[in-house]
């Protein structure tokens, strides 16, 4: 029987379990898609209305100092948003059993773009439509509000962040494969964000959904006593929804990022970027991404991608978009380590060549909300050689946490790591499998050991799980890059039972299962001949 994971998602605590349970039950007929962003926006509303609150009450109590909680400066200097008196959620708590509070809603989203410049553009502004049920939208609102009421506004921010990201998950499950195309569950994001350690520099995501990469990169800076701030963010995604969705993501949780609107391969909105890492998941074997436009395109150094897949593409963007140490970390297919179709071996093989492969991870199937394809995890070093330490001297790290980019790596050049990752993972329901933060530390910290990461304790070959491999080795294998090819079996263990007594045991039973099935194939041929079909 599967096991349940704990903390199945991020966010997933009993209040946001509930919070979808009742606000699921508000959608009736309405398509998750749509309800989507009648949800979230209304939640994003709520953390913008409570920062603002907290910060209105601290400048009103100080009047006699010179404050005025009217003026919308004192909010933007400590980057809260400010929100005008029609649009505060008092006014809306109080309307909504209104059958005019959808306007009243759609007045405030226009009202937070109007004197929030960032915000422009990003906000739902459809509240007021008759398709959807005024009722229940105030009952949506009523319960939007008990979410961190009287807390402060880090404490309410949090609460808010989590709900947020859970509703993310919920509707991504719900929607299936169309909602998958803006959802990376967070889990897989944080297998990425663990491995490359993006403590500091450019981080870059060239199809970043609702944002899910930068969020971990911040977290994963919160959780190692870093600095927010520290990582400069830059995204693109070709879906307008998606983008917004993306805003809103990260100005929920005060993160400044320069996301563009556009196509990534048509439309590069950050030509020049070098970026320090790279996190992605894109779009699996894209067949319509009109390659056929761009065969002369200046990232194809490798090779020209086939117009009928997308994979080689993304791939070679990445690493165009590197900076010399960069390293990124990203989602494919698994057909991506071994297909020939179409000039994708050779290109495969001049990217293995130019020794840019640091690390291949094969994952379980079931994770995604969107596909059952087989997927794996890719990772391209620009520059493989050691690398000297600019952290402190400090106590050793725990396994799977590594130093990342501050942090010595030995020299690495020739080499490649593969981890088999499949067996890893619990269940979390009949149809979707999580990775545990026990697996995601396995992986991560076996992928920092090989690396020598300090503190990050000794690499070894473990037979079904990681093998460095040398370039000659994947040369051998035809350059495919399937880590079952090279970590080998696991070893069976050794039950205690002589070899002479199993292998009689083992011959008794199978001669009582012949018996059996000679009994049974015997009662089947004399049915068959009362039924006059008997030779």
């Not at 439509?129 to 009421?149: A, F, M, T």
């Not at 009689?504 to 199978?510: E, F, G, N």
Request: charged letters at 25%; hydrophobic letters at 40%.
């Amino acid at each position: 029987m599967a096991k349940t994971a704990k903390n199945a998602t991020t966010g997933s605590s009993d209040l946001s379990a509930k919070l979808w349970a009742a606000a699921d039950a508000l959608r009736a007929n309405m398509d998750a898609a749509e309800y989507k962003h009648v949800v979230l926006g209304l939640i994003f509303l709520k953390y913008i209305s409570d920062a603002f609150e907290a910060k209105y009450t601290q400048l009103d109590g100080e009047r006699k100092q010179g404050a005025d909680p009217e003026d919308p400066d004192e909010y933007r200097a400590v980057n809260i948003f400010w929100v005008p008196k029609e649009a505060r959620w008092l006014l809306l708590k109080a309307n909504a059993p209104q059958p005019t509070i959808g306007k009243t809603v759609d007045d405030a989203m226009e009202a937070i773009e109007r004197d929030n410049p960032t915000l422009k553009a990003v906000l739902p502004k459809d509240y007021a439509r008759p398709g959807l049920d005024k009722e229940r939208l105030g009952q949506l609102i009523n319960l939007v509000s008990d979410i961190g009421l009287g807390s402060p506004a880090d404490r309410a921010k949090d609460i808010l962040g989590q709900v947020y990201e859970y509703f993310l998950a919920q509707f991504a499950s719900a929607e299936g494969k169309k909602g998958g195309q803006f959802y990376t569950p967070s889990h897989v994001v944080r297998v990425l964000v663990a491995m490359l350690a993006p403590y500091k520099g450019r981080v870059y995501d060239p199809c970043c959904g609702s944002g899910g990469m930068f969020v971990q990169s911040e977290k994963f800076i919160e959780a190692h006593a870093g600095k927010i701030g520290d990582i400069s963010i830059y995204g693109q995604e070709s879906n307008y929804t998606t983008w917004r969705l993306a805003k809103m993501n990260l100005a929920l949780r005060g993160i400044d990022a320069q996301i563009a609107h556009g196509d990534t391969f048509h439309n590069d909105r950050h030509p020049d970027l070098k970026a320090d890492y790279v996190l992605a998941n894109p779009p699996f074997n894209d067949s319509d991404w009109r390659g056929e436009l761009l065969k002369d395109d200046g990232r194809w150094r490798y090779g020209v991608p086939p117009a009928a897949n997308a994979n080689y593409a993304w791939v070679q963007h990445f690493i165009y978009h590197l900076a010399p140490t960069g390293i990124a970390g990203f989602v494919l297919a698994n057909g991506s380590m071994s297909s020939n179709q179409s000039g994708e071996g050779e290109i495969r093989k001049s990217i293995i060549e130019t020794d840019l492969v640091d690390c291949m991870v094969a994952l379980p199937g079931q994770l995604f909300f969107s596909t059952q394809i087989p997927v794996c995890l890719w990772f391209i070093a620009r520059d493989k050689r050691g690398q000297p330490s600019s952290r402190p001297s400090a106590t050793p790290l725990p396994l799977g946490e590594g130093s990342g980019g501050e942090g010595r790596f030995r020299d690495r050049r020739g080499e490649t790591l593969f981890i088999d990752a499949r067996k890893l993972g619990t269940m979390t329901d009949r149809t979707h499998l999580e990775l545990t933060e026990e697996d995601v530390a396995k992986i991560a910290g076996t992928y920092h050991a090989w690396r020598g990461d300090e503190g990050a304790g000794e690499y070894v070959d473990v037979a079904g799980l990681c093998k460095a491999a040398t370039i000659d080795e994947i040369r051998a294998h035809g350059y495919v890059l399937t880590p079952g090819r090279y970590v080998g079996a696991e070893a069976a263990e050794d039950d205690g039972e002589p070899f002479d007594e199993k292998m009689k045991r083992l011959t008794a039973t199978l001669r009582e299962q012949q018996a059996e099935a000679a009994k049974l194939d015997e009662a089947i041929a004399k049915n068959l001949r009362e039924l006059g079909y008997g030779g």
